[in-house]
C-alpha cells in the first residue's frame, strides 16, 4: 500500500524495513475503532488477541470486526500502543498496518527482536479458580430470547469468564457463552464477566465454550431463571 495513505505517517527507510522482523505469539490487549465514537459517547474498547506482529503489520483476533482501512489503535502490554488502519478483514479479527515514523519502527523492531530471544514469564494466579486463556478465544453469545453475538474470551475459569462483544448486558442478564450458562455479575473496561450457574470441570472449558448452543439449550436458557 502507498505510503501516501498516511502522509508523512510512514518513514522512506527504518533500520527494520527491508528484513520486516516478526513475532508470532499470542499476547494479549485491547484496541478501539475512534472513527466510532457518537457525539460525546464515550468510545468503546474491546479486548483483542495479538496473533503475529512485524514492523510493518499485526494481526488481531477480537470480537467487533473494523472496516477496510479505518483506523485502528490497539495496546499490547509488550508492545505498546500501536496505531494503523485495518488493511485486511478476517473472520474473526482483522490485519492492520501500522502507521509509524521512523524511530517509532525501529523501537518496534527491538521490541520484537527482544522478544523472540526471551520467554515471557506470568505471575502466578491467587484467585481461587484459575484462569487460563483458551487456545481459540472466539465464541457466540447466546441471549435469552436465541439472539447469538460473535464474542472474545478474555480469560475462563471454573466459576466464570470474562468476555468481550459488541454489546454490554444489564447486570444480572442471563446468557450462555458457547454451552456455559451463566449471570452478568460485572462489567470490565472491554466487556464484562459471567458467573457460572454451577462449578465447571477444569479440563472441559474450552470444549464449553464452543459456539454450539441446540434449539433445546436455548429453551433451557430460557427456563432456568
Not at 97 to 104: G, I, N, V
Request: with cysteine; glycine share 8%.
Amino acid at each position: 500500500m502507498s505510503s501516501a495513505l498516511f502522509g508523512d505517517a510512514l518513514p522512506a527507510r527504518s533500520q527494520f524495513e527491508w528484513h520486516d522482523v516478526r513475532f508470532i505469539g499470542a499476547a494479549g490487549g485491547r484496541y478501539v475503532l475512534p472513527q466510532r465514537r457518537e457525539g460525546t459517547e464515550k468510545l468503546s474498547a474491546y479486548a483483542c488477541r495479538l496473533c503475529s506482529i512485524s514492523t510493518r503489520f499485526a494481526a488481531v483476533i477480537g470480537p467487533v470486526v473494523g472496516s477496510l482501512n479505518e483506523p485502528v489503535a490497539a495496546h499490547f502490554d509488550t508492545f505498546g500502543l500501536l496505531r494503523g488502519r485495518i488493511n485486511r478483514r478476517l473472520p474473526s479479527g482483522f490485519v492492520m498496518e501500522l502507521m509509524l515514523k521512523d524511530a517509532e519502527r525501529d523501537k518496534l523492531g527491538a521490541k520484537i527482536v527482544w522478544q523472540r530471544k526471551h520467554v515471557y514469564q506470568s505471575a502466578p494466579d491467587q484467585r481461587e479458580h484459575k484462569r487460563i486463556l483458551p487456545r481459540d478465544p472466539r465464541t457466540l453469545i447466546t441471549l435469552a430470547d436465541g439472539t447469538c453475538v460473535p464474542c472474545f474470551v478474555i480469560d475462563i475459569s471454573q466459576s466464570g469468564v470474562a468476555v468481550s462483544a459488541g454489546i454490554s448486558p444489564e447486570i444480572g442478564t442471563p446468557l450462555a457463552v458457547g454451552r456455559l450458562v451463566g449471570r452478568v455479575v460485572r462489567y470490565l473496561d472491554v466487556g464484562f464477566a459471567l458467573q457460572f450457574i454451577e462449578l465447571q470441570e477444569a479440563d472441559a472449558l474450552e470444549t464449553l465454550m464452543l459456539p454450539a448452543l441446540s434449539p433445546e439449550a436455548v429453551l433451557e436458557l430460557q427456563t432456568k431463571f
